[in-house]
C-alpha cells in the first residue's frame, strides 16, 4: 500500500507528460501593461518557448522560476529560447504579481491568466506547469510539479530540440 502510495505521489509531482505536438488554444490573457494578448502568438515566434504556470502563492513555482532564471541568459545564448511566466493569479492575488516578479528579477515575459482560460484549455490542474514548444508553437514536453535538478533535463528537452 504505501509503495503504491508513494508511487502515486512520485507520478502527480513529477510526472513528465508526453505531449503529442499539440498546438496553443485560442486563449485570451492580458500582459503586465493590462493588454490583452492570445496565446496563439507564441507559437508563432519560430523560437523555442518554455511556458510556465505560476502563482505568487505557489513555493514550487517561484524556486522553478529561479531556476530558469539562474540559465536563462545561458539558454538564450545557445538555443534562442523564449520563456513566458504564466500568472494563474485570480482578482484578489494579481496585484501583487509585479512585486514578486521584481523581488526575483526574473528578466523573462510574464503574462496574466487571471480567468483561467489559458490554463483549462491546456487541463492543467495545479503548478507548477511546464510546457516546452518547439519552433513551429507545437507542444512538444510537459512537466508537471517542481523538484531541484528538474532544469537539467529541461535544458536536455531544449538542446534536443535544437539539433
Known amino acids: 500500500m504505501k509503495k503504491a502510495l508513494l508511487v502515486l505521489i512520485a507520478a502527480c509531482t513529477l510526472a513528465t507528460l508526453s505531449a503529442q505536438n499539440r498546438s496553443l488554444p485560442n486563449a ?15 507559437g508563432k515566434s519560430g523560437k523555442i518557448t518554455l511556458i510556465s504556470f505560476w502563482a505568487i502563492w505557489c513555493s514550487p513555482c517561484r524556486k522553478e522560476l529561479d531556476a ?6 545561458e539558454w538564450q545564448s545557445k538555443y534562442g529560447l523564449e520563456v513566458v511566466a504564466v500568472s494563474i493569479d485570480d482578482a484578489r492575488t494579481v496585484a501583487n504579481v509585479r512585486g514578486v516578479v521584481e523581488k526575483h528579477g526574473w528578466p523573462f515575459r510574464v503574462i496574466l491568466d487571471t480567468q483561467r482560460e489559458f490554463m483549462q484549455a491546456m487541463n492543467v490542474n495545479n503548478p507548477p506547469y511546464t510546457m516546452l514548444l ?12 517542481y523538484t531541484p535538478g528538474d532544469e537539467f533535463e529541461l535544458e536536455e528537452k531544449i538542446k534536443a530540440l535544437r539539433k
Open 134 to 145: 518547439n519552433d513551429k508553437g507545437e507542444v512538444v514536453f510537459e512537466h508537471i510539479g
Open 68 to 73: 530558469v532564471n539562474e540559465n536563462y541568459e
Open 28 to 42: 485570451n490573457v492580458k500582459t503586465m501593461e493590462g493588454q490583452t494578448f492570445n496565446i496563439q502568438e507564441l
